[in-house]
Each structure stands twice: as structure tokens, then as C-alpha cells.
């Protein structure tokens, strides 16, 4: 088992800057790979940004690449999420997920893959 928390929504204005947090605990934390996600209502969950049990390999989605930045701190057991340059349509509620299992460089883009998630922060951008 591993448990998710996410921390640091809010709300922020156009252009601004937001720090996302979140703490897995359950496992040695090098052994699993994290993911950011996002969702809005009626919408389905979609994809951020992940890095690979090493930190070494990241992914973003499109929309937020050059923008935003994912990385992991495997002494604190923290993965972040530093979002800059921040838009309305970034508005969602963040998810953080774990993945067990995969190499050391693995990365993973899909919701199916992830093991475990948190329950979610509110990221509000206004115009």
C-alpha cells in the first residue's frame, strides 16, 4: 500500500506561480514512479506530467510543457509539481499518483497505470 497526499492549491491569477506537493508514504519511495494528473468537471482525467522511479526520465502533456516542471525528492519521499506561467484553462483539481513496479527510467502517461492516487487539490487560475 502507499498513500498519496497532495497539498499547495489555490487560487493565483494569470501568469502566476504555484508549488504542488505530495507525499507518498507505504513504500521505499524510489521504488515508484509519480505522476501529476488534472481534472475539471465533466471532463476525464488527463495526463501532466510523470517521472520515473530515478527522477532521471520526465514526460509532460503539451499543455503544460516549457511551463511547467516535475521533480522528485527521493530523501523526503516528495514529488512536486512547480507550475509557472499559469493559465485559466490550467484550472482543475491536481491528482498525484503512484506506480509500482517498472524500470528505473520507466515513465507512465496513462491513468490505468498508476496504482495509487491521492485525493486531489484545486488549482483555480483566474483571468
Do not use: H
Not at 499543455?63 to 506561467?85: C, E, H, P, W
Amino acid at each position: 500500500q502507499v498513500q498519496v497526499v497532495e497539498s499547495g492549491g489555490g487560487l493565483v491569477q494569470a501568469g502566476g506561480s504555484l508549488r504542488l506537493s505530495c507525499a507518498a508514504s507505504g513504500r521505499t519511495f524510489s521504488s515508484v514512479a509519480m505522476g501529476w494528473f488534472r481534472q475539471t468537471p465533466g471532463k476525464e482525467r488527463e495526463f501532466v506530467a510523470t517521472i520515473s522511479r530515478s527522477g532521471g526520465n520526465v514526460r509532460y502533456a503539451d499543455s503544460v510543457a516549457g511551463r511547467f516542471t516535475i521533480s522528485r525528492d527521493n530523501v523526503k519521499n516528495t514529488v512536486y509539481l512547480q507550475m509557472n506561467s499559469l493559465k485559466p484553462e490550467d484550472t482543475a483539481v491536481y491528482y498525484c499518483a503512484a506506480r509500482i513496479g517498472g524500470g528505473d527510467t520507466a515513465i507512465w502517461a496513462r491513468t490505468g497505470s498508476y496504482d495509487y492516487w491521492g485525493q486531489g487539490t484545486q488549482v483555480t487560475v483566474s483571468s
